[in-house]
């Protein structure tokens, strides 16, 4: 089954409230990632935390990441109708062919975040 | 302009008609990759390349061929398409250190295959 699962599967709030999304994984990562993606584009890096980092910001962004749970957390504060869009966390994992080297990036199935005016 | 450029961007096809779908970057990225994003499925990984002449498969690699002889292109071939590779394509290029960083994705590819 895929790595990176996400909850809530979707999420709707007020304008100015913030939105957390949350993802789980199972294996070792090198690193896990954000994207935003808008009805069916292609889609666009938010965020990138290191296996070694716990917490960063970028802008109205935050996100954490728990190698112990094997989880992280996508916070957006102070939400606009903008923010408006599917949210996915990837991780980077080993490779295919194993030893250190790190390829493998897996999706989570992602969070639907619909804000209202 | 730095881009990631996928053609076609949509194609429909029929049942064992070989067909090839194209990425190109401009960026000079080492790494590249393949995804197929299909309802309620997410995206799933379908081959990768973390530079010239280095593929491997992802998750989904079945019914897919890819190669990389250049550091800039990394072309995606069905060989003998079927009706449940119709889906939406990405391809997608980054700077590799000790693994992908930030991900580029091209607008998308949306494949039938009848």
């Known amino acids: 089954s895929q790595q990176g699962e996400e909850d809530p599967q979707a999420l709707s709030i007020q304008e100015g409230e913030n939105a957390t999304m949350n993802c789980s994984y199972k294996t070792s990562i090198n690193n896990l990632q954000w994207y935003r993606q808008n009805s069916g584009r292609g889609l666009v890096h938010l965020i990138l935390?290191?296996?070694?980092?716990r917490e960063k910001h970028s802008g109205r962004l935050r996100v954490t990441l728990d190698t112990s749970k094997k989880s992280s957390s996508l916070l957006i504060t102070a939400s606009r109708a903008a923010d408006t869009a599917s949210y996915f966390c990837?991780?980077?994992?080993?490779?295919?062919?194993?030893?250190?080297?790190?390829?493998?990036?897996?999706f989570g199935q992602g969070t639907i975040l619909t804000v209202h005016p | 302009e730095a881009q990631v450029t996928q053609n076609p961007r949509y194609l429909i096809t029929v049942t064992g008609k070989k067909l090839t779908v194209t990425c190109s970057q401009n960026?000079?990225?080492?790494?590249m990759s393949w995804y197929r994003q299909d309802p309620g499925l997410g995206l799933r990984q379908i081959y990768y390349s973390m530079n010239v002449e280095v593929t491997d498969k992802g998750d989904v690699p079945e019914g897919y061929k890819v190669s990389r002889k250049e550091k800039r292109n990394f072309p995606l071939i069905l060989e003998s398409p079927s009706p449940n590779q119709t889906s939406l394509y990405f391809c997608a290029s980054s700077l590799y250190q000790q693994g992908p960083e930030e991900l580029f994705f091209g607008e998308g590819s949306r494949l039938t295959v009848l």
């Open positions: 960026m000079n990225h080492e790494y």
């Open positions: 935390i290191r296996s070694n980092e």
């Open positions: 990837a991780t980077v994992g080993p490779s295919q062919a194993g030893g250190t080297s790190y390829g493998k990036l897996t």
